[in-house]
């Protein structure tokens, strides 16, 4: 039973600094670390208005900016799967599922209600596949239809304060123990692989923004508003470009920095070059077992 989730294989074979790590930092938080990174998304916005044209020719939805960034890091997790691990229980597990979460507004001013907005996805997820899906998973959110996350809170808040804070210790010591109900699960935005918010929307910088100790989630994303700024080409002439800053905030204990380094790198250079999420990416029988995706057996590896 302490071995077995029903939203993660158990990691017995890991080195023992690894193992260990969860004992010397027992909480997420106290795992944190940062990284900020600066992406020119000049060529990205011409790609797009390129995209989209084709996309109105055969009456389907134009892609955003946000859209094709939670594409590139659906891919970047397929191909870098210890960013989909977490540590609960002090063990470490491998996510069997790609979930990214975002927050969201219903409208577009200060007090306007945030909501989560939830989705699984394939590992095989190219950018014309989110354009399908995308829309539809957040008007049916901002309505409040299949928002099991917005159910479970208005739920909660019909108890007095001490039955919530009993509920949630209570909810804790499941999640620890691998006994968390799995409709509860689905509803929690933080049982996911990526949160990411994009405050650059409503015109924010990105923040360093917290992990959550409730749940498994080992990845923040912010995204900041888009910058245009003079900066050097490769012959040394002053050119404007088009630039977003992103911050990343990873839970220590689930990779080391040159891993986590390296996939931010590699999403970089996808949000900067396109081109390449058009396409599924090659995954075989060996990287679908280091993701040991319930949703896809090895039978679906393209060598």
């Known amino acids: 039973m302490f071995k077995k989730r029903s939203d ?14 969860p004992f010397i930092m027992p909480s997420r938080v106290g795992g944190t670390i940062f990284s900020e990174q600066e992406i020119d998304i000049t060529d990205t916005l011409s790609f797009l208005r390129k995209f989209n044209r084709q996309q109105a020719t055969e009456n389907k939805d134009k892609v955003t900016f946000f859209q094709l960034f939670i594409t590139a890091l659906v891919r970047i997790i397929a191909l870098k799967p210890k960013l989909n691990r977490f540590t609960i229980g002090y063990r470490m597990w491998q996510r069997n599922y790609i ?76 999640d620890s123990w691998n006994m968390m109900p799995q409709f509860l699960m689905r509803g929690s935005p933080f049982h996911g692989s990526v949160c990411i918010t994009n405050v650059g929307s ?43 800053k992103v911050v990343y905030t990873f839970d220590d204990r689930i990779c080391d920095g ?17 081109e390449a999420l058009l396409k599924q990416p090659a995954l075989g029988r060996a990287d679908l077992k280091n993701l040991s995706l319930r949703d896809y057996p090895l039978e679906l590896a393209n060598f």
């Not at 910088?205 to 900041?224: I, N, Q, W």
């Open 99 to 174: 979930g990214i979460n975002f927050i969201a507004k219903k409208r577009l001013t200060e007090d306007g209600d945030e909501i989560w907005i939830l989705g699984d996805y394939s590992p095989f997820t190219a950018l014309r596949d989110v354009a399908d899906t995308f829309k539809e998973r957040l008007r049916e959110a901002t309505r409040g239809i299949g928002n099991n996350s917005e159910d479970l809170n208005v739920l909660l808040l019909k108890f007095p304060r001490f039955v919530i804070r009993f509920l949630f210790w209570l909810l804790r010591k499941f």
């Open 202 to 244: 409503v015109g924010v910088e990105a923040p360093y923004h917290h992990l959550y100790d409730f749940g498994t989630c080992g990845l923040f994303v912010s995204l900041g508003i888009v910058r245009r700024e003079w900066r050097p080409d490769s012959s040394g002439k002053m050119r404007q470009r088009d630039v977003v």
């Open 258 to 274: 040159i891993y986590s380094g390296r996939a931010i790198m590699l999403l970089k250079d996808l949000v900067e070059k396109p």
């Open 8 to 21: 993660g294989t158990y990691l017995g074979n890991i080195p023992p600094h690894t193992r260990v790590a």
